[in-house]
């Protein structure tokens, strides 16, 4: 991205675009230039600003406008993503991208400010990634990508990764109020002012929600956030503590059939005891420094959490019999958890072979401690039995070098190796799955950009990347519920994707992408069902095309227009399904969204009005491996309308689910048992939230 390129991309950028955007030369050799297209500081996705056609970044004047329901939403401006709930708002949101059921994270890697957001070896799935601790306020711009095709981009970002950068400093202060349906209520104070050398910045969040549950989710959560910045643009530094406490109740998906029997209705529960509670904390520090040759990176992190969490997904499945207690399936997920790590790199403004280049060279260094990581049965919250419980130590290193040159105005290469180290040490409840196991994986990459032309350039990415398996599965000879024999996960799983790709400002105004990808994994991790947790298949490959649009219609009107299509499957006859006693397979990915589309329209400044309304739309999947069971589509609509009674004072009425859409956030298929009934497979589903209002009045000072 233009972060690692300090000096050459401005130059060489600079001088390719005058080539290329300009007239006939003159006599003396001069050239008329002509005016470039800016998009009204909303993106950062313009001709030279990014290495691959499926990269950007959203800036803070965006993000401002459009309204979330949950925190986590924020990351439905990189393009193509979706997210959803199947549960309670305090638990981690679900994610889709890229033909993925992402589950909560695996293969999309997060990070805040430098902070991992992807927790591996996670009580609840692996690579699990709470953003419920966001504040959106605070978010200064979010730097996307996609595929396998960068050396710094580690663990988990096959699919793609989003950087959530935090502002160092508010324009002004913030007091806000919100209140809306369901007893919902949030207020937030945020200020930043100037302290000693630096700048202080503080924010304090408080919200509740009970949702449209039959049973009240009483959601809480408690968010406060603590930052002292220092330097100038050229040497940054900052220190940031943040804290955050959430409970809740949940209502989980629930049986389709039980709805229509009129069992239930669609905001009912079987198990009206699910929920759990949670906690974060953390510390870090960042610095960078810009030099004569260069630049310097630096940050490091501690950050301690804890999550106790309660699911029923199969209800009385596995205990039918008549003594057995009314929703005897429920589990119990719980761990405690610490992580340390730090990242640097140092670029150097090298010429290669007498051309213009950079080179990075990067350290990237992790460790997690869980004690304990676990899985319990419940009942009604009270833990009655260990399926198993575990100390693990999981330690990542990572060393990368990557080089950027500018051989012609118009080639540009970006070549990098990356090698990943990871040691397991699990200390397992059932003695045969404890022990220690390490693994490394080296994974190249290369990218070529061709132009501009016609205003217009031209991209080709290839790279190997990985993602890691649970460290419990890593050590595994005893399946830990039925405990039989089981075979260990490999510790390392191989990706491999490629993209050709152009971004072009031909029409005024209009900031165009197109991307045509694939990608290929040596295992797939499926949901599954009945178990609650995530479990490793075979090998498997995606491809599709993605065509996104962002239009400047005037100073006050921003259209946009994402289009993703893409295929998933099996490699091989999958037969990994058993219904009514009979084996299903095929080559379907359960979950893989083929067609995702967002469509908006951003008033940012229209007088004192300002607004935005968005258009999701979320296809319909296969459920199983044979696609003989689908979801339905999704489609939904937000709305804002905001007005400044004061340069200082704005109120915003959201209105979510605009349309009051009766589909669902997520469908999984599998069977399950009611209480005193038999066994039955069905669609299981978590509706959306009906048609509900929030307003907001905010105060500036």
Known sequence: MTRNLPALRRHAVAAAICAAFSGPALADGATQQLATVTINGNYDTGVGTSDAASEGSVTAKLIEYRPTLRPAEVLEFVPGIIVTQHSGDGKANQYFLRGFNLDHGTDFATDVDGMPVNMPTHAHGQGYSDLNWLIPELVNRIDFRKGPYYADEGDFASAGAAHIRLADTLPRGIASLTVGEHEYERALVAKSRPFGDGNLLYALEAAHNNGPWDYPEKFHRLNGVLRYSFGDAANRSSITAMAYSAGWNSTDQIPQYAVQAGLIDRFGAIDPTDGGQTARYSLSFNTERQYADGTFRFNAYAIRSRLDLFSDFTYNLDNPTPSAPVNADQFEQAEHRQVFGLATSRSFDLKLGGYDGTTTVGLQARQD?????????????????????????????????????????????????????????????????????????????????????????????????????????????????????????????????????????????????????????????????????????????????????????????????????????????????????????????????????????????????????????????????????????????????????????????????????????????????????????????????????????????
């Open 369 to 701: 401690r869980l004690d304990p990581v676990g899985l319990y049965s419940s009942v009604g919250r009270q833990r009655v039995g260990t399926t198993q419980e575990a100390t693990v130590r999981e330690t990542s290193v990572g060393v990368y070098v990557q080089n950027a040159t500018q051989w012609t105005p118009w080639l540009r290469s970006i070549a990098g190796l990356r090698y990943d180290q990871y040691d397991f040490d699990v200390s397992s409840s059932i003695p045969e799955n404890s022990g220690k196991k390490n693994a490394g994986i080296a994974s190249p990459k290369l990218s070529l950009i061709l132009g501009p032309w016609n205003k217009t350039e031209y991209f080709v990415n290839y790279g190997w990347g990985f993602h890691s398996n649970d460290a419990r599965g890593v050590t595994e000879t005893i399946t830990p519920k039925e405990r039989g024999p089981g075979d260990p996960s490999p510790p390392l799983v191989r990706t491999k994707g490629g993209e050709l790709g152009l971004r072009t400002e031909l029409v005024p105004g209009l900031q165009t992408s197109l991307a045509l990808w694939q990608l290929d994994l040596g295992s797939e991790l499926v949901f599954s069902g009945d178990a609650g947790d995530t479990e490793p298949s075979g090998a498997s490959k995606r491809y599709g095309i993605e065509f996104n649009n962002h239009y400047v219609v005037n100073s006050w009107l921003l259209l946009d227009a994402d289009l993703a299509w893409s295929r998933a499957s099996f490699n091989q006859f999958q037969t990994d399904v058993t219904l009514d006693g009979v084996e299903h397979g095929g080559r379907y990915i359960p979950g893989s969204v083929a067609t995702v589309a967002s469509l908006g329209a951003t008033v940012t400044d229209y007088g004192p009005w300002f607004g935005q309304f968005q258009l999701r739309y979320f296809g319909p999947r296969a459920l199983i491996e044979d696609d003989s069971q689908r979801s339905n589509a999704t489609t939904l609509g937000y709305l804002r309308v905001g007005y400044r009674i004061t340069p200082d004072l704005k109120v915003a009425l959201d209105v979510f689910n605009l349309f009051d859409s009766k589909a669902s956030d997520i469908d999984y298929y599998y069977t399950s048992r009611l209480p005193g009934r038999p066994a039955q497979d069905g669609i299981h589903f978590h509706p959306v939230e009906p048609r509900s209002l929030r307003l907001t009045l905010t105060a500036n000072f």
